[in-house]
């Protein structure tokens, strides 16, 4: 299960993330004037040799100047987060955000492509295209991450940076049906990511927000991380994959039990005259497994 830590921009914090165990660090690039970060790529390039991978959203809207970059820097992951959806929750037209990916894909092929897919903050009402914008986007994608959607994003035109927690209830449905495997974000931190990553099984959770220090008023600080607070994450996200793995574990216990259970019941069944209560029991059962081997499915996506 990926542990990934946002706003990683310097060599320093990147030595310390790999240093707790962190497995993917995540950097911005800020200008598309001024592209060519040097401190930023020995941020990136510290990630080699070690089992910590990185990803870089690039905040460039020219095609070529991202090539450029990604040229330049050679992430193993570039993270597109543009907003999809207006302020309405209306589908965008992705056409040209999906040639730009396949693009980067047919020039960059070993680097990984990450598209965030927008999800409304927990109890907001109504419908929300998120399934259908993970189906068009699917195919030039390598890995989605779930970020919450308020109408009013922080950062305009991209989505995040809320500290704003996504619905539980869609990023567990978009888990189920993706094609891709789906890291969590969206407002997590070390008190609440143990349970956001048992209740929406995803790959892994992303930090920014909630792993930043505070001002005198409380306030996050962008690009200012709290290395207590990224320890206790990475720590959070060890504890639930720990308890993912005894669930698989007890649940692949069960279903030998249970597939044992069937096929001596249809052995025991008479050449003739089955009686009714007979078949209901190992309908029963087949149900049952059905439902357990259905559970580990879920299970094995996060781990």
Not at 29 to 42: F, M, N, T, V, Y
Not at 119 to 134: H, K, M, R, V
Not at 175 to 201: C, E, F, H, K, M
Request: charged share 25%.
């Amino acid at each position: 299960m990926i542990a990934q830590i946002y706003e990683i921009q310097t060599p320093a914090e990147a030595e310390k993330c790999i240093a707790l165990g962190v497995d993917r660090i995540g950097s911005v690039l800020l200008s598309e004037d001024a592209w060519k970060q040097p401190l930023l790529k020995e941020a990136i390039r510290l990630c080699d040799g070690t089992k910590t991978t990185n990803s870089l959203i690039p905040l460039i809207r020219k095609e070529d100047t991202l090539f450029k970059a990604l040229d330049y820097y050679r992430p193993h992951y570039a993270h597109f987060c543009e907003n999809l959806t207006n302020g309405s929750a209306q589908r965008k037209d992705l056409t040209g955000l999906i040639h730009l990916q396949q693009d980067l894909k047919e020039k960059f092929p070993e680097i990984g492509i990450v598209r965030s897919i927008p999800i409304p903050a927990s109890g907001t009402q109504g419908d929300f295209p998120f399934l259908e914008i993970a189906s068009d986007m699917a195919p030039v994608s390598d890995l989605f991450l779930i970020d919450t959607w308020v109408g009013q994003e922080p950062v305009a035109v991209y989505i995040g940076i809320t500290g704003q927690t996504a619905d539980r209830d869609m990023a567990r449905e978009l888990v189920i049906q993706s094609t891709r495997p789906v890291l969590l974000a969206g407002g997590l931190s070390p008190g609440n990511v143990y349970d956001a990553l048992l209740n929406v099984l995803p790959a892994g959770a992303d930090s920014c927000t909630h792993t930043n220090q505070l001002d005198n008023a409380g306030k996050p600080i962008r690009f200012k991380k709290d290395f207590k607070k990224v320890a206790s994450f990475v720590q959070e996200v060890r504890r639930a994959e720990e308890t993912i793995r005894k669930q698989k574990d007890s649940l692949r216990a069960k279903l030998e039990e249970r597939r044992a259970e069937l096929k001596e019941r249809e052995a025991a069944l008479p050449a003739h005259s089955v009686r009714p209560h007979q078949i209901m029991a190992i309908e029963d059962l087949e149900e049952e497994i059905s439902a357990i081997e259905s559970e580990l499915k879920h299970l094995n996506k996060a781990l």
